[in-house]
């Protein structure tokens, strides 16, 4: 099989003196042994003619790829070739960067031959007592020239990071571009085994780690942005508590991280956690430790899912340390409130009583109440009163929200999705929890605490399963 | 889908009274949501009639298997789930074992229907564009519960542990009952990425590396028996190296270790390198790096190989300790030369002439010489003076079975065939290098040296590739 | 012996009804053994009239001191004894500090009938042959229970911070009470045995030291302020680098620390070395390493001094780490230029020759020059032109003061002594090179490089101990 | 004040053509400005005339640690000084080195003059208010240079080590070289402030530590001999500890260590202890500590203590890791017991009453029993039958031995001496108990408990401090 010739012909023409010492040669010579899927594949991609990389740049990496990929070749130099190729990624324009995702999804894919084979094989052992043995050569099949290129560029140094930023790069460009769905399964399958549980240690962080790994957790920092120094030296405090999963081949940042309080009961609003002038607190002798903050760092990891074990490693370690401590909840945010309340107030509005709907109307200066008076009137939530209808409305739609409300076989708002998921349960709506712009635009100030009730976990979880949020009386007595 | 009923029916024997508060309850429920097809397994599985666990056993060991699969249950839990099985197991027989493994092997296979649904979606795309989504859809529908029951177990405290040792009790069943391929295929796909060189550490082990670690390296030395402390102690002394591959799961032993020594001309003999009283060298100023024992300590592991990655790094590690070091080669043994030789002499002798004939006739007091004869010349190997007829055959011989021989696609004897395979030559054969009872039994006490010639080792490689075996002048002119 | 009965009288007041139980029963015992002359001190102590601490807290105090030094207790026992003592003084005012002081300077010092036998033993030992062992009782005679007292403070958790903040809190006030000389001299000793340089670790410090450690930085800066984390990030980036002597007792911060700059001249300024948005640059390619600042952190370890020896070995390892490093020096203030020359201008400006105080006279619109308005156009030194005879008049005064200055035998000034005490030398004045308020009020802004040449060290040390300030030609040339 | 001329005449002799470039030639010019005194002390010492040394290799010599010890030079120049004569001293003859610790001793001490002068002024103080200062500037006169040449070797690397192992050789010289007795003094004085507790970390020993420090407890282990690998691998079992205080100059090896068993009763032998093949125990839920061997590591550290503040850390924290245990106490030998009786067994004989001398005179065989016939008897104590009245006899007697035995204010027998000053009592003897050769030797195989009972460790000093000797009722009843 031979590179088809068009190829090497647009080659012959930018080098039209090509001579011995070509630094291409023996690319060239790797390139000739190419199955011709694989050429037809190469030539397809680059009649498409919107390339970014020019046809020779393409195909010499392509060539340098196979190189990685070659299974003659030792791990050891496969990672000394990764390498190469990482460095010059480095240097490439996101369009360049792009071209190099489609080789590595479309050129090495698994070989349609071998996989028909296997397909036949399989088929033909059902019943024979050696589906065993055929379920697994087909699965072998299946195993692609990519999986031991990312593998080889997992051996760089430094290539475990070059693929996690390749592929947090890629995610946003997978709706628009399906080519490059079979890169990205493949990305995730490796992160699902490399990133195994196993492998992770919880570490505390503190006010004693190192300032380089504190300025990272300003960095992603997802849910109350730290503002300062002051700021994360606070939540680091001897009074407090901070971990995060790290991974051996990134020693240097946790995967994801996660923020603890401690009080004497549920807290009911963001602002005394973040007070840095707040007085000391012991933790030996508290109650209740609130998760107050938990963020991902490394969007590659996307369905690689840390956070349930890493909240119950956390719950366990936090037991043995302080005995002490009966509850442990979060105070968390809505973020989905806004959005979902201002296409469903109607609906809401419509469940209300004569009596409420008379209250509600005088209170907002509108009867019937309409939607738009309801947000009209909550543009300012934390100037209501605590009597005031309208707070009362926003409350019940919240609990509404986060007690029916249900997407996709899942409960919509995110963040309840992942609470509920671990099996805790909707405990306590906090109005004014959360006075920051970014709280009020969210949730009008609303935050929720989701409990964490270690015998109840499987139950809840069970309940989840069926279709039933679990929540507390009180959540139940209010809602709709 | 319920359970069969000749199930239930045994069951209810066995426990003619369960009550309420009976601890298979729960189990039972679990087991109601089994998949048909798995149930049908099991009862084709519990019909053999030689199982050793009871019926009853079998079926709650399913039931805890599935357990810890459940995707409805965290990580967590699943590991907490799974440590609960390997407690179990510890305590279990044999025989008992291998029925635990027949059920991880094939009841947790791929779903069959899902496989289907995506074989015939990946059919139906090829040629649309949309082949990448197709293939990953295929692959997603054999990802069985089996590897998501393989990673709980590797979350559990000492699961890496139980599942390596699970394996290398596995292996040698393994020809004889094909229906353990499929998890032993898993076992050997998970291992080969958890135990990616991406993960694996470069550590010198010396006489100040812990005394358990030490005593391991007693147990696992597979080349050279270290006889004593005493022993141990010469191998890791300041003049000496020794360098392993350690897994972040596995802190406390390495998956594999080397063994090296200074000189200052290629090794002859394995003597001088074990005595305990010679004399220490300066590694600083040696040319030779002989790498005298190599071994790996996990069975389990079979199928993936690190010994080609260590020897490169060792190489790079010394070559900047000691910018001096000029040549690196082995000291080896020839396992396989008695045994082929005993096959294989009688035509060897056939392509000597006349001359050499009539001269080894004599020696071996048979003419013309026999296999029987030779054979028998050779029980005193190192007692033949050098200019022995006999040992000039036996050195030819051995040559011809290191450049020649071949086998399956690859080098006969299984130590040339990974050094080989690493990019080595044969450069020199040693007589009386190993005069032990092992080096006398594998080979007459003959050993060699494979060169690591670190421009060369890709050239050899290729060359070996296409069948033909890499030799030294020396070796070439010995050889039939 | 007892206690003088005036104490227990007036304890008697204190405590007329006390029982059996007393807590004080024990301490009273043990004073029971009090050496007579100690009694006396402290009745000599208590008449003073002046304590802070009631009589019964402070023999109480004296008794918890003998309680620690008691030479039959272990030291494990009199090490928790001293954690006693050291709580309790954690919440005492400076004034029952300074009595607790009183205390332990007083009542703890060597036996004086034990002085005498020794120094009669020893005047008879002259010339017999015996004087090593005469000399030995004798020093050993002057060892006294302070010492003992001391060491199981240290052997307290915390004990070592315990001493050194207490001598810290005590050396401004030695001046005024000679009483507390013997306590700051015994710690003075220890201090230079227990911090002795064989137990410092050089330690690098850099952005992945811990928060906390470079927080202490911030604390602790005393030569250019550091303002923001972001300016300590700066000096403590990848081309920069920092380095402290960490003491074992005390692992969480450098008893003195160095920041180091590289450059490729040596450096006129110190406002490119503190600007964050610099460009990066290659340590590896630069001829100079600039110490910039050094900082003492431990104001109790007064006499014993680290910074000579700091210097050296960041030098050493400087030129492993980086072997085109061919010049060291430093850029440093000037801080008591401003007030000597208020004091010695009249002297200088007689000095010069008509010529010379023609043009200063013009330049200060003052013929002849005085002392008043040459410091009057000073008060704006950066608008002085490069031209400007003023600029010209300050730098010869500034060599001078540098290459001159010289009281008790030492350099005058504070920085100077240092670095020349160091083996370096004067080596360049720079104008303008410190803008900031402080570097103004100490100096109009001129700072001056001392030169560390490796290879004149000791030839410069040798020249200053003659009374000879070694500068370079440039500085030479300058003063008058 | 010049060098005698005798010194200068024969370096003459020695060195007649001495050119310009002769490397004495600065250390001429420093021997230059030794003061008077120092140059009149080695003219004695070399008029002895039993040098091992070479007046001229003793003179440079001299001037060698007058380099080290130079007040004009920089610690660390004055430590790269001191590791120039490490280096030379390593290749010296015990003569030789004699020499120079005569020189050490002899030539550095205090200046008499000052001496005298701060006597005066001390005189003066006294009774004026300033005695702190005067006691101060007296002790200041009688430091010696001898400090600070002996903190400048401990500066050189690997320096402390140098020392102790100087003063480990010096100390079996000392009685018989008074003129050593100034060196060692001094060297015991530095020792016990940079061996200072504060300065000691408590390490467990266990087969995961070093094999390299595992074979330094198989050195230095001074009780009970261990044969072997084996042997070593016993004592630091899971079910065993040993702890040793480490210092931060000497991270290799232990300054002493301690061996713990566990048990449910007081250990009566010693062989089980030692017993490589018994089974395990589990110290959680065992009610006995046992330390049945201690031993000191650094000869050199003669007078510098560590037993006892070891072995109450150990309790300490033995106690935090195992709640359930009740009992501290040793199984110790009685080195002391053979030679004491044979001294003293008459004079006890005489104390038996008539009954009691003539049971005994029946079971020796000789009326009245003798010394003679009792030692005779003793020769193979294993085979006495319990009801021997001789067994008994010796029982007695070694009660009486270790209650009432008393020498010079302490204890006769060394081990009792170290356990009954760390409060511990006599409380049981074991017949029979150590059966080795060594243990026959020491005491007929008869080994005694020691019981730490934390309670009264202070109340039992207290007693001994009076004369009195803690025993149990059981050691009461026995002795005479």
Redesign the interface.
């Known amino acids: 099989m031979s590179t088809p010739d068009w190829i090497n012909r647009s080659i012959a023409k930018l080098l039209p003196n090509a001579k011995k010492g070509d630094p291409l040669a023996s690319s060239k010579a790797r390139a000739a042994s190419l199955p011709r899927s694989t050429g037809q594949r190469l030539e397809a991609t680059l009649r498409r003619g919107q390339e970014a990389l020019s046809p020779r740049v393409l195909r010499r990496t392509l060539v340098e790829l196979q190189g990685i990929a070659d299974p003659?070749v030792?791990?050891?130099?496969g990672?000394r070739r990764a390498m190469g190729v990482i460095q010059w990624y480095a240097r490439t324009t996101p369009e360049q960067r792009r071209d190099a995702w489609l080789l590595m999804?479309?050129q090495f894919?698994?070989d349609a031959k071998k996989v028909s084979a296997a397909?036949e094989q399989y088929d033909a052992a059902q019943g024979t007592?050696?589906?065993?043995?055929a379920?697994?050569r087909?699965?072998?099949a299946?195993v692609?020239p990519r999986t031991r290129l990312l593998?080889r560029f997992?051996?760089a140094p430094q290539?475990?990071r070059f693929l996690l930023e390749l592929r947090s790069e890629l995610l946003p460009q997978l709706k628009t571009d399906?080519?490059?769905?079979?890169?990205d399964?493949e990305l995730e399958?490796?992160f699902s085994?490399?990133f195994?549980?196993?492998?992770l240690e919880l570490r505390r962080i503190s006010?004693?780690?190192?300032?380089?790994?504190?300025?990272k957790l300003m960095h992603y920092e997802a849910v109350h942005d730290i503002r300062s120094?002051a700021d994360v030296?606070n939540r680091?405090d001897s009074d407090r508590r901070c971990y995060g999963f790290f991974h051996?081949?990134l020693p240097?940042e946790p995967l994801i991280f996660i923020e603890v309080a401690f009080t004497q009961a549920m807290a009911d609003g963001i602002t005394p956690l973040l007070d840095e002038g707040a007085a000391s607190v012991d933790p030996a002798s508290s109650s209740t430790a609130i998760f107050y903050s938990i963020s991902n760092t490394q969007r590659g990891l996307r369905g690689v899912s840390f956070g349930?074990?890493l909240i119950?490693?956390v719950v366990e370690t936090l037991h043995e340390e302080f005995p002490k401590l009966r509850h442990f909840a979060t105070l968390s945010p809505i973020p989905g409130l806004r959005g979902w309340l201002g296409k469903n107030a109607a609906g809401l509005l419509d469940k209300l009583d004569d009596k409420e709907r008379l209250e509600l109307g005088q209170a907002l200066g509108s009867t019937p109440p309409s939607t738009q008076s309801l947000l009209t009137a909550l543009e300012a939530p934390l100037a209501l009163p605590a009597s005031s209808p309208v707070r009362q409305m926003l409350l019940r739609c919240a609990a509404h929200y986060l007690a029916q409300g249900w997407g996709n076989g899942k409960p919509l708002d995110a963040v309840a999705r992942f609470h509920l998921g671990?099996?805790a349960r909707v405990e306590r709506l906090n109005w004014g929890a959360d006075p920051s712009a970014k709280g009020l635009k969210q949730s009008w100030g609303l935050m929720v605490n989701y409990l964490y009730d270690l015998k109840r976990l499987?139950k809840h979880?069970?309940l989840l399963?069926q279709g039933t949020i679990p929540v507390s009386g009180d959540i139940e007595s209010l809602h709709f």
């Not at 007592?129 to 043995?133: A, I, K, Q, V």
């Open positions: 003659q030792s791990e050891v130099e990672g999804s479309e894919g698994p397909r007592g050696d589906e065993g043995s379920e697994i087909l699965r072998r299946f692609s593998k997992a051996v290539g475990m399906k080519r490059l769905v079979a890169l399964a399958g490796l085994t490399w195994d549980l196993a492998f006010w004693d780690s190192p300032a380089s790994l504190i300025e120094w030296k680091l051996p081949n240097d349930d074990s119950k490693r671990n099996g499987d979880r069970a399963a």
